[in-house]
C-alpha cells in the first residue's frame, strides 16, 4: 500500500535511513557516507555519517525545507546527502536528484559564456559594452566586459532601483527589456568605472543579453547547447521562464510566524542568477574546472583571474568566481540567494577538495553549512581568527571617540558606542584598542586611525585595510533632534527621474514620514542637519548657496547618488 495515497507521510529521515542501509551494505571496506551512487568511484568515508547529520540538523525534519549537499575528493565522490522536504504542501522530501534555484551561483555560468565568446575572437572582454549594448547611457567613460565581470563597472543595481521605486523584484515580474529600460534611465554611475568593487547584477544580465546578440542565440540555447550539454549537465537550464513548470523542482520558502511562506522568485531575468540545477551538476561543473574538460584551462585561468582596479589593488572577485583562501586554504567559490533558495558551490584546488550546496530555505546560512561541511576533511586548517588583544585606554578617550560621524564621499552616517564592558563599537563590531589613536577593526585586520587634534576634541579618522589601502574617511558629525528642526522646509513632493519615483515628505503626529505610492508610508530618523535615516536608504537634503534644498539625494549599498528634485506631486 502507497503510505501517501492514505494520508500517512512518510518520514524523509526513514526513507532516507533505508537508503543508506543499502549503500552501506554494498560496501565492505569503510562506511559509506553517499545515499546515491557515482559513477564508478569507491565511495569510502573518512568521517562519520552523523557529523554531516549533526551539521543540518536545524533541517532534518518533515516540517521544514532543507538542503543538498554533496562532496568530492581527489575527483570521487564522498558525500551526496539531502535533508528536509522539497515541497511541505504534498509531504516531498529532498533527495540529491531535486532541483533547486541557486542564484548568484549562477553568475559563473554566464562569465563562462563570455568567456567562450572571447576564446572565439567573437569579442573581447576589454570591448565597451556599448558596443553591444547601446541602449545605455554614454557616460563618457568606457565601461568594459570584464569590469561587469568583476563588478567594478559602477552599474547601478536595476533591482535596488526597482525596490526603490516601489516595484521590487519581489513584487513585480521583470523582464530583460525591464532591466534595460531601468539601466538606460540611470543619469550616472555609483563611480569611475574601475575605481571600487560594488557587487551588482546589472553587469551580469547586461552580460547574457551580450552573448544572445553576438551568438544570434537565446542566451538559455547558448548555454545548452555549448555548456550544460557538452557536460552532461542534464539536469540544469536557465529560469527564464519561472512559470515553466520543471519537474523535480523545490519549492523555496522563508521563515514566517513559526513556520514557513512560500518565496519563489517571479521575474524571467537570468544571468545574474537563476539557474535550476541539482547538487550533482554542480559537482560536474566544479570537475569541468578542475580538469579542463569544457574547453582547457585557458577557460579556467581567465575565469580565475583576480579583478584590478585602477589604483592597481587586486581584488578577490575575479570572473563570476570569489579566489581567495578559507583558513589559509585556497578557495574558489561563489554563493547564492534568491526569493527563498540559498546556495554556495566552493572548489579547494591544492586539496582537490569540492562541495556543492543548494538549499530551498532562506534561514539556512550555505557558506557555514559549506564551510563545516569542507572541514571534516580539509588538511592544514589554520585557526579561526580572533580578536587581537587590545590595551588599555583612558575611558574619556573612549567616551570622546564615540558619538555620530559621517563618510565623507557619500555622507551616510554611522555611530560608534561604548560597550557596557568599555571599548569601542562600530554596530556590531568591536573597535579595540591598539592605542588611544588606533584601533583594530573587530578580527578584520583593518585598522580605524584618528587624526591628532586639541585635547578633548572628537577628531575625523579613517578605516585602513590590512594592506594599508583606506577604505572610509569619517568626520565627525553633530546628530540631529528632529524636535529642534525645522521639518515644514522638508515637506511636499520630490521626484527621481532615475526610478520614476515621486516620494512625498509629510507630517504626521509632528514627526516626518515618507508617502510614496500607492500606500507606502514610512518614517524618517534623524541622523544630522538635513539627514535622516529610511527605510529605502540613507537620505540627505542637499541646499544651494543661499541656504535652500536643491534636491534630496538617496544612498543604499548599491545605489549611491539618486537625486529626487523638488516638485512632480
Not at 423 to 433: D, K, N, S, V, Y
Not at 524 to 533: E, G, N, S
Request: hydrophobic fraction near 35%.
Amino acid at each position: 500500500m502507497n503510505p501517501s495515497a492514505c494520508g500517512i507521510r512518510p518520514s524523509p529521515r526513514r526513507w532516507y535511513l533505508r537508503r543508506r542501509h543499502i549503500a552501506s551494505a554494498a560496501s565492505l571496506s569503510g562506511l559509506i557516507l553517499t545515499a546515491a551512487a557515482h559513477p564508478a568511484t569507491a565511495q569510502v568515508a573518512t568521517h562519520p555519517l552523523a557529523e554531516v547529520d549533526e551539521i543540518f540538523g536545524a533541517f532534518d525534519s518533515d516540517a521544514t525545507p532543507g538542503c543538498a549537499v554533496g562532496m568530492e575528493k581527489n575527483g570521487e565522490r564522498i558525500l551526496t546527502e539531502a535533508y528536509g522536504m522539497a515541497n511541505l504542501e504534498w509531504g516531498i522530501p529532498n533527495t540529491p536528484e531535486t532541483i533547486f534555484e541557486n542564484g548568484s551561483v549562477s553568475k559563473q555560468f554566464t562569465a563562462a559564456a563570455v568567456v567562450l565568446l572571447a576564446m572565439e575572437g567573437a569579442l573581447s572582454l576589454e570591448d565597451d559594452v556599448r558596443d553591444y549594448i547601446p541602449e545605455l547611457p554614454d557616460y563618457g567613460q568606457t565601461i568594459t566586459l570584464r569590469h561587469m565581470l568583476n563588478h567594478t563597472s559602477g552599474l547601478r543595481d536595476w533591482g535596488s532601483v526597482a525596490g526603490i521605486s516601489g516595484w521590487g523584484r519581489g513584487e513585480r515580474t521583470h523582464t530583460h527589456d525591464h532591466v534595460l529600460d531601468i539601466l538606460s534611465r540611470q543619469s550616472r554611475l555609483n563611480f569611475e568605472p574601475g575605481h571600487e568593487y560594488s557587487y551588482s547584477n546589472s553587469g551580469y544580465n547586461l552580460l547574457a543579453m551580450v552573448v544572445s546578440r553576438v551568438s544570434g542565440t537565446s542566451f538559455a540555447e547558448f548555454s545548452q547547447e555549448r555548456i550544460f550539454g557538452p557536460l552532461g549537465m542534464s539536469d540544469t537550464q536557465w529560469r527564464d521562464d519561472y512559470q515553466r513548470i520543471v519537474e523535480g523542482r523545490s519549492v523555496g520558502y522563508s521563515p514566517s510566524r513559526g513556520g514557513y511562506r512560500i518565496n519563489h522568485p517571479i521575474e524571467h531575468v537570468h544571468g545574474n542568477g537563476g539557474l535550476l540545477t541539482t547538487m550533482g551538476d554542480l559537482l560536474i561543473w566544479n570537475r569541468s574546472l578542475r580538469d579542463g574538460t569544457l574547453a582547457g584551462a585557458e577557460l579556467v585561468q581567465m575565469m580565475e583571474t583576480q579583478g584590478i582596479l585602477n589604483d592597481g589593488s587586486t581584488i578577490d572577485y575575479a570572473l563570476g568566481l570569489t579566489v581567495s583562501d578559507y583558513r589559509g586554504v585556497e578557495s574558489v567559490s561563489h554563493g547564492g540567494a534568491t526569493s527563498g533558495y540559498r546556495a554556495f558551490l566552493v572548489r579547494y584546488p591544492e586539496q582537490d577538495v569540492s562541495v556543492a550546496l543548494l538549499c530551498n530555505a532562506a534561514n539556512a546560512n550555505p557558506g557555514g553549512l559549506s564551510d563545516a561541511v569542507a572541514e571534516l576533511v580539509l588538511e592544514g586548517m589554520e585557526p579561526e581568527p580572533e580578536l587581537p588583544r587590545g590595551v588599555a585606554v583612558d575611558p574619556a578617550v573612549l567616551e570622546r571617540r564615540a558619538g555620530m560621524y559621517r563618510d565623507t564621499e557619500s555622507g551616510v552616517a554611522q555611530s560608534l558606542t561604548v560597550g557596557l564592558e568599555g571599548g569601542l563599537q562600530r554596530g556590531g563590531t568591536p573597535l579595540i584598542a591598539a592605542s588611544a589613536s588606533e584601533f583594530y577593526v573587530g578580527a578584520s585586520g583593518s585598522r580605524a586611525i584618528w587624526e591628532s587634534g586639541a585635547p578633548g576634541e572628537r577628531t575625523a579618522f579613517r578605516v585602513e585595510s590590512p594592506d594599508g589601502k583606506v577604505i572610509d574617511r569619517l568626520e565627525p558629525v553633530e546628530p540631529a533632534e528632529l524636535w529642534n528642526e525645522n521639518l515644514e522646509e522638508y515637506l511636499g513632493p520630490y521626484h527621481s527621474p532615475d526610478a520614476e519615483v515621486t516620494l512625498t515628505f509629510e507630517l504626521e503626529d509632528d514627526a516626518l514620514i515618507i508617502h510614496r505610492r500607492p500606500s507606502d508610508r514610512a518614517p524618517l530618523r534623524p541622523a544630522y542637519k538635513d539627514a535622516f535615516f529610511t527605510p529605502i536608504g540613507f537620505l540627505r537634503f542637499v541646499r544651494d548657496d543661499a541656504g535652500e534644498i536643491e534636491y534630496a539625494t538617496l544612498y543604499q549599498s548599491r545605489v549611491y547618488d539618486m537625486r529626487f528634485y523638488p516638485g512632480r506631486g
